[in-house]
């Protein structure tokens, strides 16, 4: 009796997954990379704030007809909120009022949107440099900040602002920046 069991688990074993197993699969996988993506920007942006207009909400019955175009279509709606910049995170001036050495911002080819960039003072929430606006694939290797600083190594927040075809936010990340001033 054993033996006829064993036999049975190994025939759906060798059968593979069914339909069912799949698209259960497939909506957890999107349910961990929805997820995912949530924990990611709560820890990213220090302030969340929403978007102007909210998207409605889609609703999908997979089946093994319509299986690979929803997943296309989750992919892109995912790759239209990534971002991607390359930047270095410690930026050195030679004194207050003079180009960085190594202060370097681009704006990855990957990205959906030009963005502009601002340097706080996180204790005191003063903007210390604005950037200009950075399209896509372009990069900014000269900062030069707004307000002269003191000799001394300054903690600052980097606020990345994306902007759509009209020049408004669509939506921001933030990222800490360390800041030294040798003279």
Do not use: H
């Amino acid at each position: 009796m054993s033996d006829e069991r064993n036999d049975s688990s190994s025939k759906t074993k060798k059968n593979g997954l069914n339909t069912t197993q799949v698209i259960m699969i497939v909506g957890i996988v999107l349910i961990l990379g929805a997820l995912g993506a949530v924990v990611y920007l709560i820890v990213q942006n220090q302030k969340v704030e929403p978007l102007a207009v909210a998207e409605p909400k889609k609703s999908y019955v997979i089946n093994k007809d319509n299986l690979e175009q929803i997943q296309k279509e989750r992919a892109e709606k995912v790759n239209q909120g990534m971002f991607r910049m390359k930047m270095n995170t410690t930026w050195n001036f030679a004194s207050g009022d003079v180009a960085s050495s190594d202060a370097t911002v681009q704006n990855s080819e990957s990205n959906q949107f030009p963005f502009f960039f601002e340097i706080t003072l996180p204790d005191t929430g003063e903007i210390i440099y604005t950037s200009t606006v950075i399209p896509v694939g372009s990069a900014i290797k000269e900062v030069i900040l707004d307000k002269q600083l003191a000799a001394g190594t300054y903690e600052t927040v980097c606020k990345y602002n994306m902007l759509d075809d009209k020049n408004e936010i669509v939506d921001n990340v933030s990222v800490n920046v360390s800041i030294i001033v040798k003279n």
